[in-house]
């Protein structure tokens, strides 16, 4: 069994976070009637989000490959983090369509 190392946590984390805090600033945007802004936003989450998503990935096929890891609550905490993250990315977007609507009938 390996370790996942502290630095490849803490990347997952980081990505996690920014993509989270960058999709809550897209839902800011749209909502203020800055639809280009918070679409711009959005592409920004999405690309802290993958990084985030990269980096898992290579641990889950490390773990398929055999190489098992010992899971800490740190990288419990990780996951919980990323998924979040995606979660708040995915509701962002639909916010967007919705104020895009509402702009759009309010015309």
Known sequence: MTTISEETIFQIILHGGDGRSLAMEAIAFAKSGDIAGAEVKLKESEAAINQAHHI????????V????????????HAQDHLMNSITVKDLAKEMIDMYKLIYKKAE
């Open 56 to 63: 898992q990935t290579s641990l889950i096929q490390e773990e």
């Open 65 to 76: 490959k055999g190489n098992h890891s010992l899971v800490s609550l740190l990288m419990v």
